[in-house]
């Protein structure tokens, strides 16, 4: 019996290589420090992207991506569909939760300076991820179809038209048209069951790829301490610590699925005007709030062209952090670290203002 399990094992060796994969994962360490539970918001992610994939292949067997069907088809989701609302619950939530662990894993990175040298492309590939997992909450938030998701979008989509030259075609893209219709709900369905998973899945390929052959790295308050680091085998024992990681949060997230399931407005009325108290999600709250209370004008410019132009130069200059930011670690100043304090203080202060 014994002689066949290795029989078979070396028939599939051959032909996959499976050997080498294991001998590598059981090679792979992890560093153990004061900050090593940072560790785990990487692969927090992943499960809530797994989680989304799941749910949304189930909820896209109902879904008709058309005017007169998306939001009754959401609505009967709810209620006829065996666990239709549950399924639908967890989607809603899951989203919530992979962008803010995409928020809390840049942070901490960004704190501890991981992106040096040699992981500027995993930054990079992170940034990718961080603007295509907005972009599927954005996208996702109009298909139910109701007043407050077409509102948003309308507001959501008009925000690019104030950058000079290139604006209007942006807005007109993304809508398919001069205005929100149902043409930008095919399109929006497409982007977020098609083009967007698809990116992210080959963007998260690249990027555990680089993961794995680069190591994890030390955060620069312990790299600058010299000594020698305890670690753990990747294989089993720090899988086995992000299961447990796995575990709670999906109690977390269960729970609140079940307590607290998303609601359905009526079906949106192109016509119709915005309704009061109009807000995006949550993770789009500190921008809305900017463009809110900057001024119309400054200097004869229009105010929204120059928060939409800062927002891309912040971006721009956050793609390119490794790179502006590589000196050898002995020589790191603090700043960097102190900006992603500012942008906390700021997106915090920001939110919690277009509450009030
Ligand atoms: C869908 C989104 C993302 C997924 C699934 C993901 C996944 C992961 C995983 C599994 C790790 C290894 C464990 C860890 O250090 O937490 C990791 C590390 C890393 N991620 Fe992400 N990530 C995402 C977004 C981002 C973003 C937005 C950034 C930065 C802008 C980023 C930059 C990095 C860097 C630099 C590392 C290496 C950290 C180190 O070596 O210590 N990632 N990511």
């Given at each position: 019996m014994g002689n066949m399990k290795t029989e078979i094992r070396f028939w599939f060796d051959e032909r996959l290589g499976i050997s080498s994969i294991a001998g590598f994962l059981r090679k792979k360490m992890v560093p153990q420090h004061r900050?090593?539970?940072?560790?785990?918001t990487g692969s927090a992610i992943l499960l809530f992207f797994a989680i989304q994939v799941v749910t949304g292949f189930m909820l896209a067997f109902y879904y008709k991506p058309t005017l007169e069907g998306a939001n009754q088809s959401v609505a009967r989701i709810m209620t006829?569909?065996?666990l239709g609302w549950i399924i639908r619950s967890i989607h809603s939530w899951s989203a919530s939760f992979m962008i803010a662990f995409v928020f809390i894993h840049l942070l901490s990175i960004w704190i501890a300076k991981s992106y040096r040298r040699p992981r500027e492309f995993t930054w990079m590939s992170g940034v990718f991820l961080l603007v295509f997992t907005l972009a599927s909450g954005f996208t996702g938030?109009?298909?139910?179809?109701?007043e407050l998701s077409l509102s948003a979008t309308k507001v959501g989509t008009d925000?690019?038209?104030?950058?000079?030259?290139?604006g209007v075609w942006v807005t007109k893209f993304l809508r398919g048209g001069e205005d929100v219709t149902g043409d930008t709900l095919t399109r929006f369905f497409s982007f977020h069951v098609s083009i967007l998973p698809l990116l992210i899945f080959a963007f998260i390929a690249v990027h555990v790829y680089l993961i794995q052959k680069l190591g994890m790295s030390l955060p620069l308050s312990v790299e600058s301490k010299k000594e020698k680091v305890k670690e753990l085998p990747f294989w089993p024992n720090f899988i086995y610590r992000e299961m447990v990681v796995w575990l709670l949060l999906f109690g977390i997230l269960m729970t609140l699925a079940i307590f607290l399931p998303p609601s359905l407005e009526k079906t949106a009325d192109l016509m119709a005007p915005a309704p009061e108290g109009l807000r995006p999600e949550w993770y789009f709250l500190f921008l809305f709030q900017t463009l809110k209370v900057f001024p119309p004008k400054v200097l004869f410019i229009n105010g929204d062209t120059i928060v939409v132009l800062l927002i891309l130069a912040a971006v721009i200059l956050f793609f390119f952090l490794p790179v502006i930011d590589n000196k050898p670690a002995e020589k790191k100043g603090k700043v960097i670290t102190f900006f992603a304090y500012v942008f906390i203080v700021f997106a915090v202060a920001m939110t919690v203002w277009s509450l009030l």
């Open positions: 900050h090593s539970l940072w560790y785990y006829e569909v065996p938030y109009l298909l139910p179809w109701d925000i690019p038209r104030s950058v000079p030259y290139v």
